[in-house]
C-alpha cells in the first residue's frame, strides 16, 4: 500500500505557492514547507522557510540537509526561476511535479510564452507534469491548453495561462494526493526546447518581415526588457509597450523595406 502524502515542500514565486497552497484539502493535515529562489527577490506575500542557493554556494549543503531532514513525501513546483538538481529530486517518495506554461513536450525550457509568441503560435497552454533529470522531460499528468490572439501581448497571454494553472491544480491535485492521477510519457519525436532568453534576442532588424517584428515586440513587453533596435544616429530604441500592426508596417516602410 502506498504510503500517505504527510508532507510536502512547494518551490515557487509566491503567487506561484500560493496556487497550491489554497488546494490543498484541509482535512488532510498535511505539512507544508516552501522554497523560493535566491535568484529572485524574497516573495512578499508568503513567508517562505527555505531559500535555494545556488549549487555551487557554500550553503547549497546545508539546504540538501535541511531538505532531507524535512523528509517530504512530494516536491510541487510552480513558477520558479531555479533549476532543482537531481539530489532534491530524489527526496521525496511520491516523486516531484512541476507546472509548466506550455502544452510539454513542445516548448520545454524558459521563457515558453514570450518563444511561442515571437514563434508566432495560436495556441499554448499549461501542463502539469513530474519532474526527472531533464528538463521539463517527464510524464505528463493534464494539460489545459490556452489560445493566443493577434491583438494581445504576452502579458495577457501569461495572465491567462496563470488563471489555467489554477484550474489544472484545483483538478489534478486531489488525485495527486490520493494516487489515482494519471501519467503519460512524453513523445521524445515531438519535443523542442528553448533557452533562457537573452538581451540580444530581442534586437528587431528591419527587413525582417512585419509579422516577425510585431511578434517580437508583443512577446517583449513590460515587464520584460522589451524589443529594440538601433535608430540612424546610433541611438538603441526599446519598445517595450505594445505596438498595433499597422505601427511597424508604417515603421518599416519609412526605413525603406517593402512589408
Known amino acids: 500500500m502506498q504510503k500517505k502524502i504527510e508532507k510536502i515542500l512547494i518551490f515557487g514565486d509566491g503567487f506561484g505557492i500560493e496556487q497550491f497552497i489554497k488546494c490543498i484539502p484541509n482535512d488532510w493535515s498535511i505539512r507544508v514547507k516552501k522554497v523560493a529562489a535566491s535568484i529572485r527577490d524574497e516573495p512578499k506575500t508568503v513567508i517562505v522557510d527555505y531559500i535555494q542557493p545556488i549549487k555551487t554556494s557554500n550553503r547549497y549543503k546545508r539546504f540538501v540537509q535541511?531538505?532531507?531532514?524535512?523528509?517530504?513525501?512530494?516536491?510541487?513546483?510552480?513558477?520558479?526561476?531555479?533549476?532543482?538538481?537531481?539530489?532534491?529530486?530524489?527526496?521525496?517518495?511520491?516523486?516531484?511535479?512541476?507546472?509548466?506554461?506550455?502544452?510539454?513536450?513542445?516548448?520545454?525550457?524558459?521563457?515558453?510564452?514570450?518563444?511561442?509568441?515571437?514563434?508566432?503560435?495560436?495556441?499554448?497552454?499549461?501542463?502539469?507534469?513530474?519532474?526527472?533529470?531533464?528538463?521539463?522531460?517527464?510524464?505528463?499528468?493534464?494539460?489545459?491548453?490556452?489560445?493566443?490572439?493577434?491583438?494581445?501581448?504576452?502579458?495577457?497571454?501569461?495572465?491567462?495561462?496563470?488563471?489555467?494553472?489554477?484550474?489544472?491544480?484545483?483538478?489534478?491535485?486531489?488525485?495527486?494526493?490520493?494516487?489515482?492521477?494519471?501519467?503519460?510519457?512524453?513523445?521524445?519525436?515531438?519535443?523542442?526546447?528553448?533557452?533562457?532568453?537573452?538581451?540580444?534576442?530581442?534586437?528587431?532588424?528591419?527587413?525582417?518581415?512585419?509579422?516577425?517584428?510585431?511578434?517580437?515586440i508583443r512577446a517583449l513587453v513590460k515587464p520584460h526588457p522589451g524589443a529594440f533596435y538601433t535608430d540612424r544616429r546610433g541611438n538603441v530604441i526599446v519598445i517595450d509597450e505594445m505596438k498595433p500592426y499597422s505601427w511597424v508596417e508604417n515603421m518599416k516602410l519609412i526605413r525603406g523595406f517593402n512589408l
Open 66 to 216: 535541511d531538505i532531507i531532514d524535512f523528509n517530504p513525501d512530494l516536491i510541487l513546483v510552480n513558477s520558479y526561476s531555479m533549476y532543482i538538481p537531481q539530489d532534491i529530486l530524489d527526496i521525496p517518495t511520491h516523486g516531484a511535479i512541476n507546472v509548466h506554461y506550455s502544452l510539454l513536450p513542445r516548448y520545454r525550457g524558459a521563457n515558453p510564452i514570450q518563444w511561442a509568441i515571437i514563434n508566432g503560435e495560436i495556441n499554448v497552454g499549461v501542463t502539469m507534469h513530474y519532474m526527472i533529470n531533464k528538463i521539463d522531460a517527464g510524464d505528463i499528468i493534464a494539460q489545459i491548453p490556452v489560445p493566443v490572439y493577434d491583438y494581445e501581448s504576452c502579458v495577457s497571454v501569461i495572465g491567462r495561462c496563470a488563471i489555467a494553472a489554477g484550474h489544472l491544480i484545483e483538478r489534478e491535485l486531489p488525485k495527486i494526493l490520493n494516487g489515482t492521477n494519471s501519467r503519460t510519457p512524453q513523445d521524445e519525436s515531438r519535443a523542442t526546447y528553448y533557452p533562457r532568453r537573452t538581451p540580444t534576442d530581442g534586437e528587431i532588424i528591419w527587413a525582417m518581415p512585419t509579422i516577425d517584428i510585431y511578434n517580437k
